[in-house]
């Protein structure tokens, strides 16, 4: 069968980014190269950046399926509790499921990638907007959005490991009150 059948471009663009994923899975996003993505998924370079753009490009959009796929996640988990709750829900399994995530997890110890990734995440509108309503947060503050990122990426950073149920402890008594 022919991978390109059909809605070239978007089967072209996926059959990409699943090799660009798996690659970055077990090489990391240090060592992601349109050579290799072109030789495993079985086109030229000049295929690859027709469809899926260059380095830049493919990574971002890891990024945004990958934060999709998290944003998923935590919308289900948290969508049956109470309004009251939700919000300290929504970080700590956020935090569970991206520490979890192939993808987030193949950053590793590189603080360069680590940046990439960070403003990748911080400078697209949609993950504020998904923060905000997965934690039922209102639409009308963005900057409530924007704390929720920040509070998940700080704790992803920096994981409180000194105290048992730390991090929960440190949302719940610090970051709850301010939303509350």
Same mark, same amino acid.
């Not at 290799?36 to 030229?44: E, W």
């Not at 309004?83 to 993808?103: F, N, Q, T």
């Not at 590793?108 to 997965?134: H, K, V």
């Not at 639409?139 to 990122?149: F, K, Q, R, S, T």
């Given at each position: 069968?022919d +991978?390109?059948a !059909?809605?070239?471009?978007?089967n072209?663009?996926?059959?990409?980014?699943?090799?660009a !994923?798996a690659?970055?899975?077990?090489? !990391?996003f240090d060592r992601? =190269?349109?050579?290799v993505?072109a030789?495993?998924?079985g086109?030229?370079?000049a295929?690859?950046y *027709?469809?899926?753009?260059g380095i $830049?490009?493919? *990574?971002?959009?890891?990024?945004? *399926?990958?934060?999709? %796929?998290?944003?998923?996640t935590v919308a $289900?988990s948290?969508r =049956? #509790?109470?309004e009251?709750? @939700?919000?300290?829900?929504?970080?700590?399994? =956020?935090?569970k499921v991206?520490?979890?995530?192939p993808?987030?997890?193949?950053?590793?110890?590189s603080?360069a990638?680590?940046r #990439?990734?960070? %403003?990748?995440?911080? !400078?697209?509108?949609?993950i504020p907007?998904a923060?905000?309503?997965?934690a039922?947060?209102?639409?009308?503050?963005?900057?409530?959005?924007? +704390?929720?990122?920040r509070?998940? #990426?700080?704790?992803?950073? +920096?994981?409180?490991? $000194?105290?048992e149920?730390?991090e $929960?402890a440190?949302v @719940?008594?610090?970051?709850a009150?301010?939303?509350?």
């Amino acid at each position: 069968m022919d +991978w390109l059948a !059909g809605d070239r471009h978007h089967n072209a663009r996926e059959r990409i980014y699943d090799a660009a !994923g798996a690659l970055v899975e077990s090489r !990391g996003f240090d060592r992601l =190269s349109i050579d290799v993505i072109a030789r495993n998924v079985g086109c030229s370079r000049a295929t690859v950046y *027709r469809h899926a753009g260059g380095i $830049e490009a493919i *990574r971002d959009a890891l990024l945004i *399926r990958a934060t999709t %796929q998290v944003a998923k996640t935590v919308a $289900e988990s948290v969508r =049956s #509790l109470p309004e009251d709750e @939700r919000m300290v829900a929504a970080i700590l399994m =956020s935090l569970k499921v991206v520490r979890a995530h192939p993808v987030f997890a193949s950053v590793g110890s590189s603080t360069a990638t680590a940046r #990439l990734i960070e %403003q990748t995440l911080i !400078g697209s509108p949609r993950i504020p907007a998904a923060a905000a309503t997965i934690a039922g947060l209102p639409g009308d503050d963005p900057l409530a959005a924007l +704390w929720m990122v920040r509070v998940v #990426l700080g704790l992803l950073y +920096w994981p409180v490991t $000194e105290i048992e149920g730390g991090e $929960e402890a440190i949302v @719940r008594r610090f970051v709850a009150p301010l939303f509350g």
